[in-house]
């Protein structure tokens, strides 16, 4: 296969010369002699092996010079090849940047990056990302900004438009805002989680930038602590649980350990449960109280802090954004869905629950008050599990989150 533009030009000379070379072996063979035509086939068999790779190479560049989805690069990593040869990054950038060898970056797309763990395969596919932004801003094709739900964030008062304000100039303003950079459109991409074209995808991106927009107000009127990645205190986190103003005493305390909770409902055609983002370093999580109920909220928040302690960087200000939280088969998810199921009941303690089996209001009251969490906890992962929606209605705090964050 053909891996970057110095190996196209040799093949493509090679195939001229073994074109010349057919012609020469035509002119002068006798069909009689069973070498040369054995010769002759076996050329012209090497020439279509070579035209194919040079088709295939061009295809890719014809096709894959998007910015990648990384959960379609999670399902085929050879994707990830496809995707540097068509945004035309060469294998030294990518080295340079990752601090790597070239030789080694080659190995590693030999093997289309099968043998690479997930966390140097984001590396990678951010940069990727990153220049594939650079050259689609090049070409004037990023954002269309009228695909914004324009009316929708006019109503909820994100932007405001008086007289005759054009609406697409103050979001632009609004984002340039929040960056710090005239060049916005290369910079939310950095920041933001944007993957496709569709008025969904600007709902989510449009959504991100409401919730950097608070917490950057947060950030420059407040003496926030620094974040230090401890999960010791969690615990100490959970035992909120108990407390009647639960919802309303996380975002105190999360900030006291320099992480910022922002409640911003999620736009019409999402199913946005929240988000992890970073922003000047600054952690932050952001939930939409999609579902209004104490077990939903619990999750979500710990789902979103297994991000802030497992996947977000310093270094790469990038964020994860999930709908349907749950429900996802990334391996991020994954590892996020596990983190929040462990630290919210530990399995030790989880198999130690009689009322995963005995599913009576006693029991459950009985394994909360032994485990020093909300009943809300048990009750909305043993509906999870067993599947069975009609029992413990009245222990998962339905209308017991939003009131506390003055949403609707």
Known sequence: MILNNFELTLTQDYIRKI?????????????????SILQLDASKSQLEDLISQVNVYEDIVKNYN??????????????LLFYRIGNQIDQEEIAKELNISVEHIKRLEEECYENLNPEELRKIYQYISNKSMEFNIQKNELLDWSKFPLSEIINKG??????????IEELKRLFSNILEDNSYELA?????TFN??????????????????????????????VFENDTSWLPELLALSTHENAPLLVKNYLFKKGIILIVEPHLKSTYLDGAALLYRSVPIV?????????????????????????????????SFVDEEVGEDNDIYE?????F???????????????????????????????????PSIIAGRIRKEHQKYNIFSNFIGIGEVKKYYEVN
């Open 196 to 225: 496709g074209n569709s008025a969904k995808e600007y709902s989510l991106l449009a959504w991100q930038m409401k919730v950097l927009y608070e917490a950057k107000k947060i950030i420059t009127t407040s003496d926030l602590p």
């Open 334 to 338: 994954k590892e996020a869905d596990k």
């Open 340 to 374: 929040a199921l462990d630290n919210l009941i530990s399995p030790e303690n989880w198999e130690s629950c009689l009322s995963r089996f005995y599913q009576t209001e006693s029991f459950l009251l009985e394994d909360a008050e032994r485990l020093g969490i909300s």
């Open 66 to 79: 998007k910015t990648p989805d990384f959960s379609e690069i999670l399902t085929d990593r050879k994707k």
């Open 286 to 318: 952001a939930l939409t109280l999609r579902h209004d109920r104490l077990d939903n909220f619990w999750f979500v928040l710990m789902h979103e802090l297994a991000h802030v302690f497992l996947h977000l960087t310093r270094e790469a200000e990038i």
């Open 158 to 167: 994100w932007i405001k438009v008086k007289g005759n304000l054009n609406p």
């Open 19 to 35: 074109e010349k070379e057919i012609k020469q072996l035509e002119s002068i063979i006798d069909f009689n002699d069973f070498m």
């Open 188 to 192: 939310f991409h950095r920041k933001m």
